[in-house]
Structures are given as structure tokens and as C-alpha cells.
Nanobody, 124 residues
């Protein structure tokens, strides 16, 4: 079992940068693949980025490649999402998720644990 708490969201202007954090509590954080997803109003939750247990492998949605960077610090039980050059279309609730095991997947239904989300609003 793992509990996830996101932070770092807020109201920002287009072009700004932001770092989201997801703090995990529970056992064996390094056993989990960690992912970030986002959900804009009236849309489905979609994959943003994922990272494997030691940070050696990352994968991004095409729409965010080059602007988003996922990383993790297993000593702090935390995963991060750095967002550069924010755009209004990045406005969404951002969720982190954990999947037990080594398989890297973008399917949100394959993640076992979810945080409550943090709102990111980008004004133009």
C-alpha cells in the first residue's frame, strides 16, 4: 500500500515554469513505477509521463516531450514533474500514480494507487 500526495500546482502565466511534487508514504517506494497524468475539464484523464524504479527510464506523451521532465528521488520517496514554457492547454488537474512492478505502461487503469491531484491553471 502507498499513499500519494501531490503539491506544487497553482495559477501561473503562459511561459512560466512549474515543478510538481508527489510525496509517497508507505512501503518500498522504489518498487513502484511512477506516472503523472492530467485531466482537463470535460476530458478523460490522460498520460503525461512515467519513470521506472531507479529513474533510468522515462517516457513522455508526444504532446509534452521537450517541455516536461519527470524525475524521482527514492531517498525522499518523491517523484517530480518539471514543466517548462507552460501553455494554456496545460491547464488541468495533475495526478501522480504508482504501479507495483517493473512493467512500464501508459494505461491509467494499470496503476494501483493515485493521489488526489493538484490543479495547474495557465493564463494567457
Amino acid at each position: 500500500q502507498v499513499q500519494l500526495v501531490e503539491s506544487g500546482g497553482g495559477l501561473v502565466q503562459a511561459g512560466d515554469s512549474l515543478r510538481l511534487s508527489c510525496a509517497a508514504s508507505g512501503r518500498a517506494f522504489s518498487n513502484y513505477v511512477m506516472g503523472w497524468f492530467r485531466q482537463a475539464p470535460g476530458t478523460e484523464r490522460t498520460f503525461v509521463a512515467l519513470i521506472n524504479w531507479d529513474g533510468s527510464k522515462t517516457y513522455y506523451a508526444d504532446s509534452v516531450k521537450g517541455r516536461f521532465t519527470i524525475s524521482r528521488d527514492n531517498a525522499k520517496n518523491t517523484v517530480y514533474l518539471e514543466i517548462d514554457t507552460l501553455k494554456p492547454e496545460d491547464t488541468a488537474v495533475y495526478y501522480c500514480a504508482a504501479r507495483n512492478g517493473a512493467i512500464l505502461t501508459t494505461g491509467n487503469y494499470r496503476y494501483n494507487y493515485w493521489g488526489q491531484g493538484t490543479q495547474v491553471t495557465v493564463s494567457s
